[in-house]
């Protein structure tokens, strides 16, 4: 493997499981995930010069990818939406692929995926506006840090933080009931 090709790949293997797993919240299928995920893998290769001794952070591949996700949102004229995943999407996200340099990453226990696949919460994201639900998914699916989410979106690190606290309240609001009706249901009460 050639010299630029090694230095890629090492530079791209911490930020392809998380890619993945943003991908699949920015568009609506998986092959449209999959095809997301290899466009922004493409139009970095092409920027991509060790040479120059440019720093590239885990931020510089999910600029590329909300970007394309942007483009394509805009030329199909829909939003980008939060698309809740089946299980067996979100197997084939955190279990092993079969690209190989990329196979070993870890997998999420059971009680994960039912949290993460419950349709209320899901729901709940959805309802969200949208910039305060890219900036849950940059972070929990994303794995990113709120410096490295207002390099991606272009904003003060400031309206990060500012965003993440309306949504998180956000979402508090929206789950206050279902967590009412849950404890109810197993009590036994009305």
């Known amino acids: 493997m050639e010299p630029r090709a090694r230095a890629f790949f090492e530079l791209i293997r911490p930020h392809l499981r998380r890619l993945n797993v943003v991908a699949r919240h920015y568009v609506k299928s998986e092959e449209d995930a999959n095809d997301l995920v290899q466009e922004t893998l493409l139009r970095a290769w092409r920027a991509f010069s060790p040479a120059e001794g440019t720093t590239y952070e885990g931020a510089w591949f999910f600029t590329i990818l909300r970007n394309i996700a942007a483009e394509w949102g805009r030329a199909a004229g829909r939003r980008i939406r939060l698309v809740p995943l089946s299980e067996t999407q979100l197997t084939e996200v955190v279990g092993t692929e079969p690209w190989e340099p990329f196979a070993q990453y870890p997998t999420l226990d059971e009680e994960r995926f039912r949290e993460f696949l419950d349709q209320r919460i899901a729901a709940a994201l959805d ?10 998914i940059l972070s929990v699916a994303g794995g990113m840090t ?45």
């Open 127 to 136: 309802a969200l506006d949208p910039s305060f639900r890219e900036v849950l």
């Open 146 to 190: 709120y410096r490295e989410i207002a390099v991606v979106l272009g904003c003060p690190i400031g309206t990060v933080m500012s965003r993440m606290g309306r949504a998180r309240r956000a979402l508090r609001e929206r789950l206050a009931q279902y967590a009412q009706e849950h404890v109810r249901m197993r009590s036994g009460g009305p």
